[in-house]
């Protein structure tokens, strides 16, 4: 099986979730023996840069430029948002003709079907449907209202997507919450998507904690993008509340993002601000040693697809509490899960964590067995099921030329 | 001539509202009222009052061959009396037919029979049976623990309070290859309790498997299982379950209340076969062996011992601070704090924070009113830590010297 996958990040050019999962599904559909060539942007930031592919052997990298002198991973850290801050016309501009490239840059190469990921990749994959009548398969890693925390979605984004859902053959949601999203908001048919879950890769994170030291006492780590999504100043407000009671508690906010200012600004306004360190982003191969130094992981998202980063956490052993609108957590047990909008009960979550040794205990043994459960190789065989399926039902088609 | 003896236990925690740390209340009224109230609602209508009408108009229809015997916690009477009297007035007629038995427990249904020292078990007997001789006119003379937790020092405790027998799980610890149909007692030297065993194989059939999907034995008739009990060698046969089988955990239409109707009748029509309460069964039969039970059994989970209470660290930090607030409490004499320290000794709220795998986990969190044993274990705490610190400024305010409860405060922060 061949297939011809679109994608926007691929190690080491990643923001999130979306650069992980094409790493982890590339990798293990390789080993299924599948062959892939992977399509994604080429990074023009600077000579010295590592080029991917040259980590990946397992695929075949096609670069396809997005736009001369012009990233998208440039600024945030390559925001899907049109809320990065300096993107606005630009950003949309570098979708626009990355999809036109792909399209030109396209070869078939024998492929049985396209994958694309996310809507960025959607106009290029429905045209070069279009043209070689290969079926498509779209993972939505995330939605507009995710992204946009269900105030002022883009419409135009929204447009695509929904083009994306209701054009590809297959849809496959990273949870079920994103797939009840889909098909509420764009009327997906229920009977084209399905939800299958990203993995973490357990090896990574699974290290002995760091010896703490005094002032690491009672540290509680938000780990996101710091933008409206993923709640930072819902995290804020219950950090207040919390060092009313816990004076001693310490704050970790790691990410860019466009609510930077804001975030340090209402830290220095509450009188906050000498709790509450702000790391800026912190590298890959540091983000191990982060989660160990946590005692609490918080994911508060406003509407989170699913929420890798609360897999790594339980797997370095660090109690984790989750937004309800989020899809990881549906799968989760042995976490804490709390409305985002709550502050109060967050804050109460953190002080219980915190304040009990048997409770970190429990969450920390039971958290790193139960995230066991999640692995890549379930989330590469349950899409490869969605490829054969696809096929079973799809008449061969002659590749017509470009 | 084998005999029946139908026990149900009737029970209803004080359930806890929501308590946030930083948000201490005024009172240590820590209960959910509304939520209490709700689910007693529900247990009456759908339970206590047509299950006591069944047992009523069977004993009637018998003669008085048919007998059960209960016991109400002390809790569970609290809230009838304040709530439902209408429930507990449908008790008292059933106590009025004089085929109705009343046992005695704990009056908080708490595991204080499993703590080393102190007074608080003996306190809390006490005061049950006093409730229970008020309520229904006669002092219990049959003892059961909570979720029929027993152990040998159990076993001489409730001796020493002058009880005649005491019922709990037959579990197979506790025969080994020995049957439950007889009364055993004790092995501690002058311990004179004769020690009643729930038959689990065939309480269980009615209480957990009646309406299981795919059980071989569905459906499962009044006729049917009368026809086993008949063919079950022994001289008593110990159904010993929850009293909610009948129309909250079996609902109506699964027939539960059909084949206790049904029942009694075909029991008489075997002449091997008769109800009796357990006091007669004291009266009647004389003890075949003795039990040992260095480690507590119970009639919870599939371990059967108190593994679902005290299995994880949460529930033993519970248990444990619980007890270790014993001093306090007392020092401080004052009644509310006293009932609400009480009250958070209910076995329930510990239950509540089990982590176990599947299978008992479906059950912990099919009673449990939280979304998670963390929160319940983290609502508990908070509980437990305004309790403390109320105790504890009541203590100053009455100018005593602080009585340091044996352990330091809360764990310090990580670190």
Known sequence: MKVAMIGWEFPPFIAGGLGVHSLELTAGLARSGVDIDFYMPRMETGEDQPQPGSHHDHVEINEVAAAPAESPYAGTGGSQTSEGAGYGDDFNQAVDRYNDRVVDAFDAHDADLLHCHDWITVPGALEIRRRTGLPLVFTVHSTEYDRSAGLDPQHWIETIERRGVHEAERVIAVSEYTKQLVEDRYDADPDTVVAIHNGVDLARWDQPPEPRTEQTAGTVLFLSRLVRQKGPLFFLEAAERVLEQAPQARFVVTGKGSMLRECLEHTIDRGIADRVHFTGFVPEEELAEVYQASDVYVLPSVSEPFGITVLEAMASGVPTIVSKTSGVGEALDHVLTVDFWDTDELADLILGVLDHEPLRSEMRTRGGEEVRQFSWDDTCRETLSVYEDLLQETPTVEVTAR | ?415
């Open chain 2, 1 to 415: 001539m084998t005999s029946i003896c139908l026990y149900f236990q009737v029970h209803q925690p004080r359930r806890l509202r929501r308590i946030q740390s930083f948000k201490p209340p005024t009172e240590p009224d820590y209960w959910d009222a509304e939520e209490n109230e709700r689910i007693l609602d529900r247990a009456a209508e759908k339970c206590y009052l047509p299950a006591n009408e069944t047992i009523r108009d069977l004993i009637h229809e018998t003669d008085g061959r048919f007998k059960v015997a209960f016991s109400l916690s002390g809790v569970f009477l609290d809230q009838a009396r304040r709530h439902r009297p209408d429930v507990l007035a449908s008790f008292r007629e059933l106590a009025r037919t004089g085929n109705v038995e009343f046992l005695a427990e704990t009056y908080y249904h708490s595991l204080a029979g499993l703590w080393d020292e102190g007074t608080e078990f003996e306190a809390q007997v006490r005061r049950h049976g006093e409730a229970i001789e008020r309520e229904f006119g006669h002092e219990p003379t049959v003892f059961r623990n909570t979720e029929l937790i027993y152990d040998d020092r159990i076993a001489d405790q409730v001796d020493g309070l002058g009880y005649e027998a005491i019922l709990t799980e037959g579990s197979d610890r506790l025969l080994g290859w020995r049957s439950p149909n007889h009364l055993y007692e004790p092995q501690s030297e002058g311990n004179d309790l004769s020690v009643l065993l729930k038959n689990y194989q065939l309480s269980d059939d009615v209480a957990f498997r009646f309406s299981t999907p795919g059980w071989s034995e569905q459906p499962l008739t009044a006729d049917k299982f009368t026809a086993w009990l008949d063919e079950t060698p022994g001289e008593t046969i110990n159904l010993f379950m929850d009293y909610e089988t009948f129309g909250e955990h079996q609902w109506p239409q699964t027939g539960i209340f059909d084949f206790l109707e049904a029942l009694p009748r075909h029991v008489d029509e075997r002449s091997g076969l008769s109800f009796a309460s357990p006091s007669e069964l004291v009266d009647e039969l004389d003890p075949v062996g003795t039990i040992e039970a260095p480690q507590a059994v119970s009639w919870a989970d599939q371990e059967r011992d108190v593994s679902a209470w005290l299995h994880n660290k949460m529930q033993q930090e519970c248990f444990a601070e619980l007890q270790r607030l014993e001093p306090l409490v007392h020092a401080v004499g004052d009644r509310d704090l006293m009932q609400a320290w009480r009250l958070l000794q209910t076995s329930d709220h510990l239950y509540y924070c089990s982590t176990k795998g599947y299978g008992d986990q479906e059950i912990h969190e099919y009673f449990s009113p939280y979304d998670s044993p963390y929160v319940a274990y983290i609502n508990f705490m908070n509980a437990l830590g305004d309790l403390k610190e109320k105790a504890r400024r009541r203590l100053r305010e009455q100018g005593e010297t602080e009585i340091e409860a044996t352990a330091p405060a809360q764990a310090p922060l990580p670190g």
